[in-house]
C-alpha cells in the first residue's frame, strides 16, 4: 500500500489532473487541509473513504494516520493545495514516511500562483521583461529563511516574484520592495482563486496592501509582483520570430 501526496490544485474540483483524480478514487483514507480545500475536492474520494482534516494536526499526527493506514492495508491519498513540491511539508513527511518504511509517491498538481495569472491573463516571463520567477516567501513568525535567501537579493534581478505565506506582511513587503521595482510596479493577489470565495486584487505596490487590509485577507492568498504584470510594446520571443534563421530543408 501506498501514501500518495496529490497535488489538489488550487480549488476548483476541475483543477486536478486525471492521474490525481483516479489515485484519489483509489484511496480509502485522504488526509486534506480543511483550510483550502472543500466538498467539491472531496468528492473524488470514494463514498465510504476516511476523511481526515490536518489543520489542526501536526506533523506526528498525520504521519500516524498514514503509518496506521499502510497497516491496514490501506491506500492513503495526501492532499495537498495547489502543488506538493512547494511549501507542503512534504520533505518532512516523507522523512517520517521512510523511517517507517512506508512507500510513498508525490502527483504533481496545478499551483495557486499559475492560476492567479492565468486568471489575470499575464504571462510571467516576457521577453527582455522578465525571464525568471523566483518562488519565496515572507519571514517573520515562521520558519527562518536560509542565509543568502533574503527578499532584496531576489529583488535587485528584476525578476518576478512570487510571494507564499506572506500576505499578513504585505505592507511591510510592499515598502521593502519599491527600492527595487518602484511603487508603480504592479501587483496581483490571489486569494482562494477557482474556489467559491476567490477574490483577486490588482495594483500596485503603492496601493497594495491598502486594498489587501480592505478585504482582510489573512491567509490562502499568493502575492505576485513584477512589471512582466502589465507589460507592453515588449519584443518578441526569437524562438518563434519569423526572422529567425531556420536550418535549410534537405
Not at 512506508?102 to 502527483?107: F, G, Y
Not at 527562518?144 to 500576505?167: C, R
Request: aromatic share 4%; with cysteine.
Amino acid at each position: 500500500m501506498t501514501v500518495h501526496f496529490i497535488g489538489a490544485g488550487p480549488g476548483a474540483a476541475d483543477l486536478i489532473t486525471l492521474r490525481a483524480a483516479n489515485l484519489i478514487a483509489q484511496c480509502t483514507v485522504c488526509l486534506y487541509a480543511g483550510t483550502y480545500l472543500d466538498d467539491e475536492v472531496l468528492s473524488h474520494c470514494p463514498p465510504d473513504a476516511e476523511l481526515v482534516d490536518t489543520q489542526h494536526l501536526d506533523l506526528d499526527d498525520i504521519v500516524a494516520v498514514m503509518v496506521r493506514a499502510h497497516a491496514a492495508g490501506k491506500d492513503v491519498a495526501r492532499l495537498c493545495s495547489g502543488d506538493p513540491t512547494i511549501y507542503s511539508a512534504v520533505a518532512e513527511q516523507t522523512r517520517r514516511l521512510d523511517a517507517a518504511g512506508v512507500p510513498w509517491q508525490i502527483t504533481p498538481g496545478v499551483s495557486a500562483y499559475a492560476a492567479t495569472a492565468a486568471l489575470v491573463g499575464r504571462e510571467l516571463t516576457v521577453p527582455e521583461v522578465a525571464q525568471s520567477v523566483v518562488l519565496t516567501r515572507a519571514q517573520r513568525d515562521s520558519t527562518k529563511m536560509p542565509e543568502g535567501e533574503a527578499l532584496a537579493n531576489f529583488a535587485a534581478t528584476g525578476a518576478t516574484l512570487v510571494l507564499h505565506l506572506a500576505i499578513r506582511h504585505v505592507r511591510r513587503l510592499a515598502d521593502e520592495l519599491v527600492a527595487h521595482y518602484g511603487a508603480d510596479c504592479p501587483v496581483v493577489v490571489g486569494s482562494q482563486v477557482s474556489g467559491p470565495q476567490e477574490l483577486v486584487l490588482r495594483g500596485t505596490l503603492a496601493d497594495i496592501a491598502d486594498q489587501v487590509e480592505v478585504h482582510g485577507l489573512r491567509q490562502a492568498a499568493v502575492i505576485i509582483v513584477g512589471r512582466a504584470l502589465a507589460a507592453e510594446g515588449f519584443v518578441e520571443s526569437h524562438l518563434y520570430s519569423s526572422r529567425r534563421t531556420r536550418p535549410a530543408v534537405g
